[in-house]
C-alpha cells in the first residue's frame, strides 16, 4: 500500500507502556528483541522502534510520518534547530502516560544535598550535566543565569559534585535522585508523550484519515485509564437516594426495566472509588450491581 503509515514506536524506557496503550486502543504490536521493526495487526501500519530522543527529527524530516515522543524531546530538536521543528511536525494528542505511572514526568535542576546552592541564579558560572542540552540552555538564558551546559551520555546522577556541580535530570518521583543524595532546586519542565505527525503526512488525505483515527483511540484509551463501569438496578423511590452517590463522567444513563418500578443505572467512575461506593449503594437499596472494565472512553 502505498499510503501505509510509517509509525515509529520510542524504544527504551517508554516501549513497553507504549505498546500495552496501544493494546487498550485495539492495536496489538509484537516486538522482538532482535528487530527494530515491530508487527502490528493493522495492515495499514508498518511500525519502527526509534529512541524518543530522536523521533521528532525523523518526523519532522518525514522518514516516519508520525510518531510518540515526549514534549521534552519535541522541545530538545526545536531549540538545537532554532524553533522551526513546529513548521513540519504537528502534534495530535496529548498522552498522558510514563513507563511507572499515569502521570506527567519532570525535569528538574538538582544538586548535592550538601551543596550551598539553593536556587538557579547560584549556579553562575557552574557546571551542568544533562541529556536535555539545548533545552537545558534554553533555560538558564530565560533566567540570565551563564552556566556550562555539557551533555551527558548516562549515569547522570552520579556525577556531582565531582564531574558537574548540578544536574537536569528526568523524574517521576524523585527516588533515585534522593537514593543519590540530591536535592531538587528547580523544575526545567514537564513533559507528557504526544503523538506527532508530519505536515507533509498530513496533507494526504488517505493519511490523515488513519493517523487521526489513530489519535482518537489513542486519546480513548487514555480517558479509561484509572475508569470502570458500573451498571446497577434500583427502583424508582430509590432512584434519587442513589443519583446522589454516583460521581459519574458526565450524566448517568437511566433507563426503564420491564417492570414499571425499576431502572437500570449505568455510569462510569473511578476505580479507586469503587470499594467505598458500593457498599454506600448497597445501603441505599441498589441491586445486581455489576463493575466491568474499560479500554477505550471516547468523549
Not at 118 to 131: M, N, S, V, W, Y
Not at 136 to 155: C, D, K
Not at 186 to 210: F, G, W
Not at 246 to 269: C, G, H, K, M, Y
Request: glycine share 6%; proline share 5%; with cysteine.
Amino acid at each position: 500500500m502505498t499510503n501505509k503509515i510509517k509509525l515509529g514506536i520510542p524504544k527504551g524506557s517508554l516501549q513497553d507502556a507504549t505498546i500495552q496503550l496501544f493494546a487498550r486502543a485495539g492495536f496489538n504490536i509484537y516486538a522482538s528483541t532482535r528487530s527494530y521493526f515491530p508487527a502490528i495487526d493493522d495492515p495499514e501500519i508498518d511500525c519502527m522502534l526509534i529512541r524518543a530522543q530522536e523521533m521528532a527529527r525523523y518526523v519532522a524530516d518525514g522518514v516516519l510520518d508520525a510518531g510518540l515522543t515526549g514534549q521534552d524531546w519535541i522541545a530538545e530538536h526545536a531549540a538545537t534547530n532554532g524553533g522551526s521543528s513546529g513548521d513540519s511536525v504537528v502534534p495530535l494528542a496529548d498522552l498522558i502516560y510514563a513507563k511507572q505511572s499515569f502521570g506527567k514526568v519532570r525535569w528538574v535542576l538538582a544538586v548535592p544535598e550538601e551543596s550551598s546552592y539553593k536556587q538557579p541564579r547560584d549556579l553562575e558560572g557552574a557546571t551542568i550535566a544533562t541529556e536535555l542540552v539545548r533545552a537545558t540552555q534554553a533555560y538558564f538564558e530565560r533566567l540570565g543565569v551563564r552556566v556550562n551546559v555539557e551533555f551527558s551520555w548516562g549515569a547522570t546522577e552520579v556525577k556531582p559534585p565531582t564531574l558537574a556541580d548540578a544536574i537536569v535530570e528526568v523524574t517521576e518521583t524523585g527516588s533515585s535522585l534522593r537514593a543519590n543524595r540530591l536535592r531538587i532546586i528547580d523544575t526545567v519542565m514537564t513533559s507528557n508523550t504526544q503523538l506527532i505527525a508530519n505536515r507533509a503526512a498530513l496533507a494526504d488525505p488517505v493519511k490523515r484519515e488513519k493517523i487521526e483515527n489513530l489519535a482518537l483511540l489513542l486519546r480513548a484509551a487514555i480517558e479509561a485509564q484509572g475508569r470502570v463501569g458500573l451498571m446497577l438496578n434500583v427502583t424508582r423511590a430509590d432512584l434519587p437516594g442513589v443519583l446522589n452517590l454516583l460521581p459519574a463522567l458526565q450524566r448517568p444513563t437511566v433507563s426503564p426495566l420491564s417492570e414499571d418500578d425499576w431502572v437500570a443505572v449505568n455510569t462510569i467512575i473511578e476505580e479507586r472509588t469503587v470499594r467505598e461506593l458500593i457498599p454506600r449503594l448497597k445501603a441505599a437499596r441498589a441491586q445486581g450491581i455489576v463493575e466491568y472494565p474499560l479500554n477505550k472512553i471516547v468523549l
